[in-house]
């Protein structure tokens, strides 16, 4: 042992006092303790047990004595107290006083001192032996470097590819590496075969030894390498907590841990057969389809199953999945158990029998509630449904947890979870997977503790992972968390159960994230149809030769006499006869319907309503009275709370507008939540700084100004049985934060979720979200939302970024045809929202936006909303509506008409401007300042999509004689102008033929019947003096908007002429 000591101190460059100093000047310290450590290390280098390796001890000692001198024995206290407070060199020891039990996390001196086979004893009054003091101190420092990097030389992986010297090549991301332990964990310590049989008591922070209090050296090495350093590798000390640090030690260090009674065995088994004969059977029916297979990692299967039992035992009662391509389709036949021939209809190219354009078979989602067979309880399991893009669905699942969670009241998350999977290269590469972790703990976004399975196969595509990431591990994103990470090898099925029972475990005791890493592999190429020799021809010369694991552990069952090779064969048979029924069932389907691969049912919600009427959004005033007066009202208990005193003037004005019965922006907002509120509908407007307000306008949380994190939220308080209002500013993230929004919103229809932008193009940090989930998920999924995005947008002057939320690129989308005016009828409105994709909404009011809020309620469906914001129009004196535009009685209204001289002398009116939201009120002014009110009309298209075809066509007739021109703000090649152009067009000119005419009458009449014919025959007179649209505003650009301020007022200069010239 004495090698040992020796190793151990010459790593220690420098002599005792030195180190003492080094680690002192290290620290960030107080003052006063900087002063005190000089006294400190003086004395200390004169303390006789203050030298060699134990001062890395003293070291831990005294760091934790500095941060609670509670955390340390009191003989250690006694001389940090007597050492920093200037006591001799020599005498700032002394003895310990009367040894009280120790705490969990104490370390007493006489543990370190063998009580068997040792000679020498502290305890016994005889000097300190410091040669057995430092060699405790190496045994101790061996385990804990077991623990915490024991993982680097596990195997782990089922190819035994990983290889390459990391200390010689420093190369240490080149994926998965098994290195001896000699090099990488006990690299300053060598022992003599002597010392092996030596006896060393164990310190309390190892479980190796069950009952035993101290082991023979070689069985502490050997229970260790068992433990850390076999098909399991695991991440955890870099864990603030003491406590989970041992909890997981607890649960993986004692001997055999991972050892299954027989019966478990034979389930895992099972499970691996109908997850490899799976595959196969669709290997053989469908060769060349992409499926994306599991091959290589079939006990992903039975892992998951695995973590449901255990969670489901531990009182989970529906838990929401998120995962990518792989494996899908084996998890929905196997996991969710998602009826086979419904799986196989997929393979069958049907016509789908309802709406919507549908999705490739390893994107769609599920629902199932079904009794779990091995804890007999009922559980819900959802398979969220997700587009290609890798991660992009890890925000959405966490929001309807999460969403799950609060409406189900379960407010620790003990019934609801969310287990997310991923693939190596995806999980290290895509950041949408940071983001999602750092809201795995804020208030308003935890979900409580998110099982993450990493399907690791070592290679993305064609990449593997020496050019896929710089990290070791595909999973070091979750350290940030402070996520234990489980990797294992997923040729050990019951080291892989083992980690999703511990890993289940840990999820309902500490409610945080954890990961499970199984290391696998490809069989195939990427889909099916690829050929992975092209790029990895070595891997795959190994895998041709690798076994698959349902032979490996089929033939390990078979030797250990758990099960028979009649029986492995029976149960193989049995699965392919099911899959063989399930497929001649598949066969007699003449349909498939997407309404199968729904994700979020939402029952009772659509039943018995009339998919074309829509409630009314105006309310009696004495609502909005009530709402006003709460929301301008200090906390109940003023006397105490102090509130700022700008609020107190904000609030004041709030309360004057309420008596002139008139609201300003912010306080539309509050009363369209308010009212809703009142009607049992949760509200939740989540985003950066939403509390407050970007621009200061809104303040739903009041702060007392004296009490720390002491807020009141007066819209929580309006009535005693309202609605539970959530209004929460979000960490710094668009992508993570609106994808958490979206899953909320498809939880529960009885709410309004909205998510608000910062300002300017933002939102393209999260134009996946936009694009894959809120534009065509109902298209793709047949599943409904009713988010609102908040836009806040504006040109004024505030620079390229801060300007435009980029309104051409939500109307791009809008997928309402340009060509084709719907046919007018009463329920024109509500029958266009049916039908498109979304709604993009410019208001230019208060009281439009109060309705058009109370709108996605009151419609018999759910569509997003696309709302542009005003920035100056917050506080613009004009920007008012009154009580009258929102009481009983009062709509949205899609377009506001001009109500001055100009609509009373329509014949005469020379020029219509149609526009939209904020600029409407710049050309009002120009428009008065020049003296063109009668000349002028402006009408406002406050619903830009769907395009109100009916009340423009109205507007155009109304004023015969005028020119028309679209006025806005952007830029010619941004804004509504592309959307506007050809929508006009078809008013104007009639629609486009969408097939010849026929003999018998017109397109228009042959698709929409004869009592269309009056609107053909407008239309075709029409193209005899066609009228036309031209364009007023900002010239092309490549950028939003101008940086400079000068640039900008001549812009819009320049703007305001053309539009006044007649
Ligand atoms: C955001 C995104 N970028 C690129 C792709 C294209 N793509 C599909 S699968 C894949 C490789 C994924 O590798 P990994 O995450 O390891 O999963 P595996 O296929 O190995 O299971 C890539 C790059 C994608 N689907 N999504
Ligand atoms: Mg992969």
Not at 709 to 718: E, I, R
Not at 861 to 884: A, G, N, V, Y
Not at 982 to 993: C, D, I
Not at 1029 to 1056: C, D, F, Q, V
Request: proline share 5%; charged share 25%.
């Amino acid at each position: 042992m004495h090698r040992a000591r020796a190793v151990f101190q010459a790593s220690n460059k420098l002599g005792g006092s030195e180190r003492f100093a080094s680690w002192l000047l290290n620290k960030p310290q107080t003052a006063a303790v900087a002063v005190n450590a000089n006294r400190l290390k003086s004395s200390a280098a004169a303390e006789p047990f203050l030298n060699g390796s134990s001062s890395a001890y003293v070291e831990t000692m005294y760091n934790a004595w500095l941060s609670d001198p509670n955390s340390v024995h009191a003989s250690w206290d006694a001389f940090f107290r007597n050492a920093t407070a200037g006591a001799q060199p020599g005498v700032a020891y002394t003895s310990p006083p009367n040894l009280a039990p120790y705490n969990k996390n104490e370390v007493p001196l006489t543990s370190l001192v063998p009580a068997i086979g040792g000679s020498t004893s502290i305890s016994s009054g005889s000097p300190i032996n410091e040669k057995i003091i430092d060699d405790h101190l190496a045994v101790q420092a061996i385990i804990r470097s077991y623990q915490s990097r024991g993982h680097l030389v596990a195997n782990l992986d089922p190819l035994g590819i990983t290889t390459g010297d990391p200390i010689s090549s420093g190369d240490w991301h080149g994926g998965l590496r098994a290195f001896a332990s000699e090099a990488v964990i006990r690299q300053h310590v060598r022992f003599d075969e002597a010392d092996m049989d030596r006896v060393f008591k164990l310190p309390s922070t190892t479980f190796i030894g069950e009952k035993e209090k101290a082991l023979p050296l070689r069985e502490i090495l050997n229970r260790l390498e068992e433990a850390y350093c076999n098909n399991i590798g695991i991440e955890f000390m870099f864990i603030n907590s003491l406590e989970q640090c041992n909890w997981i030690r607890q649960r993986m260090e004692p001997p055999n841990v991972t050892k299954m009674s027989n019966d478990q065995k034979r389930l895992i088994l099972a499970r691996l057969t109908r997850s490899t004969g799976f595959e196969n059977f669709l290997a053989k029916k469908w060769s060349s389809e992409k499926r994306f297979g599991l091959e290589g990692c079939e006990i992903l299967i039975p892992a998951m199953k695995q973590v449901i039992d255990t969670s489901t035992r531990l009182g989970v009662e529906s838990i929401i999945m998120g995962m990518p391509h792989r494996g899908r389709l084996n998890v929905l036949a196997n996991v969710c158990r998602k009826p086979l021939h419904q799986l196989f209809t997929q393979f069958a190219g049907l016509e789908a029998e309802d709406d919507g354009s549908g999705d490739v078979k390893y994107h769609l989602g599920t629902y199932i509630e079904r009794l779990n067979r091995v804890t007999n309880k009922n559980i819900r399991l959802a398979v969220c449904a997700n587009p290609s893009h890798l991660e992009a669905v890890d925000p959405v699942v966490q929001g309807k947890t999460r969403a799950e969670q609060f409406y189900r009241g379960d407010n620790e998350g003990k019934k609801v979870m969310s287990m997310l999977l991923h693939g190596d290269a995806a999980f290290a590469g895509q950041g949408v997977v940071f983001e999602t972790m750092h809201l795995s703990d804020l208030p308003a976004y935890t979900t409580h503790g998110t099982i993450h399975i990493v399907a690791n196969n070592q290679i993305g595509f064609t990449t593997d992972p020496r050019h896929s990431r710089s990290s070791a591990y595909c999973t070091d994103v979750a350290r940030v968390v402070n996520a234990p990470i489980f990797h294992v090898n997923s040729d050990n099925p019951e080291a892989v159960m083992h980690v999703c029972n511990v890993a289940a475990e840990w999820r309902a005791t500490f409610h945080k994230d954890v990961v499970i890493d199984i290391v696998s592999y490809r069989r195939n190429g990427h889909n099916e149809v690829d050929e992975p020799m092209f790029t990895q021809p070595l891997m795959y010369q190994k895998i041709r030769k690798t076994k698959p694991v349902l032979e490996k552990y089929a033939d390990q069952l078979i030797a250990e006499g758990v099960v028979t090779a009649e029986e492995v064969k029976d149960v193989k048979d049995k699965y392919e006869k099911i899959c063989e029924e399930a497929y001649s069932q598949a066969k007699q389907e003449t349909h498939i319907k997407y309404k199968d691969w729904l994700d979020s049912p939402w029952s009772g919600f659509f039943e018995g309503k009339d998919p074309l009427k829509m409630a009314p959004t105006g309310v009696v005033e004495e609502t909005l009275v009530h709402i006003g007066k709460r929301f301008s009202s200090p906390p109940p208990n003023a006397a105490e709370f102090e509130i700022h005193k700008g609020l107190l003037r904000i609030l004041k004005s709030r309360m004057e507008m309420v008596e002139n019965r008139t609201v300003d922006w912010a306080l539309a907002e509050a009363m369209a939540f308010g009212s809703l509120l009142k009607e049992g509908i949760h509200v939740r407007l989540s985003g950066e700084d939403v509390e407050r307000g970007t621009f200061s306008h809104r303040h739903h949380v009041l702060h007392h100004q004296k009490v720390d994190k002491a807020t009141y939220c007066p819209l929580a308080h309006l009535y005693p049985d309202q609605a539970p209002y959530t209004v929460c500013n979000s960490s710094l993230s668009e992508y993570g934060v609106l994808g958490f929004e979206v899953g909320y919103s498809v939880t529960n229809p009885n709410a309004l979720v909205l998510w608000e932008a910062q300002f300017g193009d933002f939102n393209n940090v999260a134009q996946c979200i936009i694009d894959q989930f809120i534009s065509s998920g109902q298209a793709k999924w047949v599943r409904q939302s009713g988010i609102v995005l908040l836009q806040p947008h504006g040109m004024e002057g505030m620079g390229p970024e801060h300007s435009s939320a980029r309104l051409e690129r939500f109307l791009q989308m809008s997928s309402d045809d340009p060509d084709y005016m719907p046919p007018e009828s009463p329920d024109y409105e509500v029958r266009q929202l049916h039908d498109c994709n979304w709604i993009v909404a410019n208001c230019s009011t208060p009281a439009s936006l109060f309705h058009i809020l109370r709108r996605q309620i009151a419609l018999p469906f759910r569509k997003p909303l696309i709302l542009m914001t005003p920035k100056s129009l917050l506080r613009h004196p004009e920007c008012k509506s009154t009580f009258d535009e929102m009481c009983e009685g009062t709509t949205f209204k899609r377009v506001i008409p001009d109500n001055g001289p100009a609509a009373q002398n329509a014949q005469n009116v020379r020029k219509l401007a149609f526009c939209s939201g904020r600029v409407y009120y710049d050309l009002l002014k120009e428009r008065r300042e020049r003296g063109l009110e009668k000349d002028i009309a402006i009408v406002r298209v406050e619903q830009m999509s769907p395009f109100p075809y009916d009340l423009l066509k109205a507007e155009i007739a109304k004023y015969p004689n005028a020119q028309l021109v679209w006025s806005q703000e952007e830029h010619k090649n941004m804004g509504a102008w592309s959307y506007v152009e050809p929508r006009f067009r078809t008013l104007l000119q009639g629609q486009k033929a969408i097939w010849p005419k026929s003999e018998k009458g017109g397109w228009f009449s042959q698709l929409f019947g004869s009592s269309n014919a009056a609107q053909t025959d407008s239309a075709d007179k029409q193209t005899e003096t066609p009228r036309t649209i031209s364009y007023n505003g900002r010239a092309t650009a490549a950028s939003p908007a101008t940086g400079s301020k000068a640039a900008h007022t001549k812009e819009l200069k320049n703007l305001l002429d053309e539009f006044c010239v007649l």
